[in-house]
């Protein structure tokens, strides 16, 4: 099913479930990317392995696209 799905349509569904989370991208990003997070309690917050192999995949370069392809995109935005 997803491999039937235009870009344009995962965009949305991903932009969605951001929004119903009550985050903006840059707080989607900074919590996938931040190694140690803790709970309210204090506690450390535990990732699920599938989180976990895809930031090790990419950060790694064992994915389509590489940290280098995310920084140029940003850098040649026309959003700011």
């Known amino acids: 099913y ?3 799905r235009t ?6 569904g991903i932009n969605a479930k ?4 009550g985050w903006t991208l840059g ?4 919590y996938a990317f931040q190694p140690n ?3 309210s309690d204090g ?5 699920l392995l599938g989180h976990s192999k895809h930031v090790s ?3 790694g370069g064992r994915s389509n696209y590489l940290p280098i392809h995310i ?3 940003w850098y040649k935005s026309p959003y700011g």
């Open 43 to 47: 506690e450390d917050i535990k990732r």
């Open 71 to 73: 920084l140029q995109a």
């Open 2 to 4: 997803a491999q039937c």
């Open 7 to 12: 870009v344009p349509k995962k965009l949305n």
């Open 57 to 59: 995949d990419f950060l």
């Open 27 to 30: 707080e989607f990003l900074y």
């Open 18 to 21: 951001i929004t119903r989370a």
């Open 37 to 39: 997070l803790k709970g």
